[in-house]
């Protein structure tokens, strides 16, 4: 089966589709609004599900456009859409209300007021009001009774009483209302959609040809990791990568919400969809297309517009259980009164509008206000979690503390080998990482005219450390575990000096060669400035326990958690101890959330109720996590927090909100107060009022400088 696309108008930069899938096949309107807008040369895109129209604002080709959106298509088929229809209340719907259905309803009530015959007036009411009724039918027949069926309800009864005017301001009302709705949970979704903007589409790259390097354009299709990939000033950072040489001002605030320009130099790591202000650098291509940060971010988004959380669900599902109810009022109000006027108003006064509606455009809001603070929230869900969340463990490396570690000295254990030479081989080794560690070796390297020893290929060893080889002879750096357990290096020779410098408290690199124990550096690394103020932070927002997990010693785990205040730490630990740490704390029902930054962290960033990635963690912790940081900066924990229970908080109040007027107005038609006219305006009006509250940005209080 292939899907058939057709032109059905075009002007010189606006064309209308219209598309075919079958009947077996129903596409998400909002993925494919998507993947249309990343098309080049269309600025804007606006698809209808009902009426299977595709309507864009291009500027480039149409005939290569229009392909493109064909094939688009041929993939929705391709990867099995079958027909589902959405859990959502607008998708239950199979006719919403287009600004056509808005404008046909006003002219009918306006007509209303200035013809006389009533034939004439039945037929332009019966021309508007039949779309609502006819879908009435259909949704009754294929869903049961629901809100839909209440509508048709109400309406049909103002017809058969021959009562026009109410019919027709019924069905205006109801029109208007739901298309202002429409439009408010599009808006949500262009909120988040924000965050996902196009890229450019070529860069320059380093090309050697005979020995001579050369610069070459490239589209950033063509991109590989590995490529050194030259942005200057004015250029979009297409790729996700280290900078190698040259320095530069890059503008995060696409990615992290941060106003000003960050300077970047050699061994920092740079984002896509970051724009070079000043000065030109080289990167070295870490991730690209699909695997960068913009591309993961968008796949994000697309999750985040489908994903349901609990709160919705039960909303959905209570509105759901309510319509029998207020069916069941209209029945009994017209056994008591005999006035079906009565019974119309009561038809009116649904629950479903605010309670299906509401719930995910706040939602959609606060990812969308998390975005912009450079904090990438991957759904409902894990709002939801992080706003349960009462307990919060913390990875200590890179997350508690800076991860800008500094060498403060080298330790030679070797008469054949300085302080200085155990240094540069170190470096050699630790050079083709970006590793925090690595980074350190090789700055205080070269402040001592590094000078490169050449060594066959390195191996990393994920929590443990790196192995290579020099004329045939092991060398081995990592953790004290990793040489004496794992490598076998003796340790015994030097036990009383080793154990000094663990005394110390700092981190320490230790170094083999040839199988014996070559020496050991010392690295110090300084806890974030604001470590202690975050923490007080998470404590005002009701969480009762803060844990530190880290690979430290005893000694040094001690002192950190006593000058942070945590409440609890666990020392010495080995990357799969923290997955079962996090299981045991779970398991005495404590709701977790865990933020890390390492490989290693990746298994307990999954355990955890929700997971937190920091802005430097591996590419694995960021696909562990359910919240990415895209800012250095620890504070964005507790701002997530903060968020997470705004959020919530505006669900609860919604829902509250929705509850009591939708009762209040259900009782006053039922006690026949309100005309179905008056209902459906109070009705309407009260949405539309939750929806655009919900649509607010949520705005955090930030410390100042």
């Known amino acids: 089966?292939?899907?058939?696309?057709?032109?059905?108008?075009?002007?010189?930069?606006?064309?209308?589709?219209?598309?075919?899938?079958?009947?077996?096949?129903?596409?998400?309107?909002?993925?494919?609004?998507?993947?249309?807008?990343?098309?080049?040369?269309?600025?804007?895109?606006?698809?209808?599900?009902?009426?299977?129209?595709?309507?864009?604002?291009?500027?480039?080709?149409?005939?290569?456009?229009?392909?493109?959106?064909?094939?688009?298509?041929?993939?929705?088929?391709?990867?099995?859409?079958?027909?589902?229809?959405?859990?959502?209340?607008?998708?239950?719907?199979?006719?919403?209300?287009?600004?056509?259905?808005?404008?046909?309803?006003?002219?009918?009530?306006?007509?209303?007021?200035?013809?006389?015959?009533?034939?004439?007036?039945?037929?332009?009411?019966?021309?508007?009001?039949?779309?609502?009724?006819?879908?009435?039918?259909?949704?009754?027949?294929?869903?049961?009774?629901?809100?839909?069926?209440?509508?048709?309800?109400?309406?049909?009864?103002?017809?058969?009483?021959?009562?026009?005017?109410?019919?027709?301001?019924?069905?205006?009302?109801?029109?208007?209302?739901?298309?202002i709705e429409e439009l408010t949970m599009y808006k949500s979704d262009d909120l988040i959609k924000e965050l996902s903007k196009p890229t450019q589409t070529q860069a320059w790259i380093e090309v050697n040809k005979n020995g001579k390097v050369d610069q070459k354009q490239v589209s950033s299709d063509e991109l590989k990791i590995g490529d050194i990939v030259i942005v200057g000033a004015g250029d979009m950072i297409l790729i996700d990568g280290h900078v190698v040489s040259g320095e530069a001002l890059v503008n995060q605030i696409s990615m992290t919400g941060e106003a000003t320009p960050v300077q970047k130099a050699r061994g920092d790591k740079v984002l896509s969809g970051t724009v070079v202000q000043e000065g030109t650098i080289k990167i070295w291509a870490e991730s690209v297309g699909k695997d960068t940060a913009v591309a993961k971010i968008k796949n994000y988004i697309e999750e985040t517009l489908v994903q349901k959380s609990s709160k919705e669900l039960s909303a959905s599902k209570m509105a759901d259980k309510l319509v029998p109810i207020t069916l069941g009022l209209a029945i009994s109000s017209y056994v008591f009164s005999r006035d079906l006027m009565r019974s119309a108003s009561v038809l009116q006064a649904d629950y479903s509008c605010a309670l299906k509606l509401t719930t995910p455009v706040t939602f959609k809001a606060a990812i969308s206000s998390a975005g912009r603070e450079g904090i990438i929230v991957k759904g409902a869900k894990t709002l939801e979690a992080l706003q349960e969340a009462d307990t919060f463990v913390f990875d200590k490396t890179g997350t508690l503390t800076n991860g800008d570690l500094e060498v403060l000295d080298v330790v030679s254990f070797s008469d054949k080998f300085s302080s200085d030479q155990i240094l540069n081989l170190a470096a050699s080794i630790e050079e083709h990482y970006f590793h925090p560690i690595a980074q350190a070796i090789v700055k205080a390297a070269q402040a001592k005219n590094f000078t490169h020893i050449h060594h066959d290929e390195v191996t990393f060893i994920v929590a443990h450390g790196v192995k290579s080889e020099i004329e045939g002879k092991a060398v081995v750096i990592g953790s004290r575990r990793f040489l004496e357990s794992n490598e076998k290096i003796p340790f015994a020779p030097y036990k009383t000096q080793i154990q000094r410098l663990e005394d110390s408290g700092e981190t320490l690199l230790f170094i083999g060669f040839d199988r014996q124990l070559l020496g050991v550096i010392l690295l110090k690394d300084t806890i974030r400035s604001n470590t202690k103020e975050v923490l007080a932070r998470l404590r005002q927002t009701g969480v009762k326990e803060l844990i530190m997990l880290t690979g430290d010693s005893e000694k040094k785990a001690a002192q950190t958690a006593k000058q942070l205040g945590l409440d609890s730490y666990f020392a010495q630990l080995l990357p799969t101890e923290k997955a079962e740490i996090l299981e045991d704390i779970m398991r005495s029902g404590k709701k977790v959330a865990f933020v890390g930054d390492g490989v290693n962290d990746a298994p307990a960033l999954i355990k955890a109720d929700v997971g937190i990635g920091m802005c430097k963690g591996a590419d694995i912790t960021k696909a562990s996590a359910d919240l990415v940081l895209l800012r250095d900066d620890i504070e964005a924990v507790a701002e997530a927090k903060e968020l997470a229970d705004i959020c919530l908080h505006k669900v609860k109040r919604g829902f509250n909100i929705t509850v009591v007027v939708n009762t209040l107005i259900l009782s006053l038609a039922s006690l026949g107060r309100l005309s179905p006219i008056q209902t459906a305006f109070m009705h309407n009006g009260t949405t539309i009022a939750l929806l655009f509250n919900a649509l607010q940005r949520i705005k955090l209080k930030k410390k100042q400088a």
């Open 1 to 179: 089966m292939s899907a058939h696309l057709s032109l059905l108008h075009s002007t010189k930069n606006r064309a209308r589709f219209r598309y075919k899938l079958g009947e077996d096949y129903k596409l998400n309107p909002i993925s494919l609004q998507m993947s249309i807008s990343a098309i080049e040369g269309v600025r804007d895109v606006r698809v209808n599900a009902i009426l299977g129209n595709i309507i864009i604002l291009y500027t480039k080709n149409l005939k290569q456009i229009e392909k493109k959106i064909e094939a688009l298509l041929q993939e929705e088929i391709t990867q099995g859409l079958k027909h589902k229809k959405e859990e959502s209340y607008l998708a239950l719907r199979s006719e919403i209300p287009s600004s056509a259905e808005v404008a046909r309803s006003l002219t009918a009530l306006l007509l209303d007021f200035v013809l006389k015959n009533k034939t004439a007036k039945f037929g332009t009411s019966a021309i508007a009001c039949a779309p609502l009724l006819l879908s009435g039918v259909e949704e009754t027949y294929n869903h049961g009774i629901n809100s839909r069926t209440l509508e048709a309800m109400a309406v049909a009864i103002s017809l058969y009483l021959q009562d026009y005017r109410t019919a027709n301001s019924t069905n205006f009302m109801l029109a208007l209302g739901e298309y």
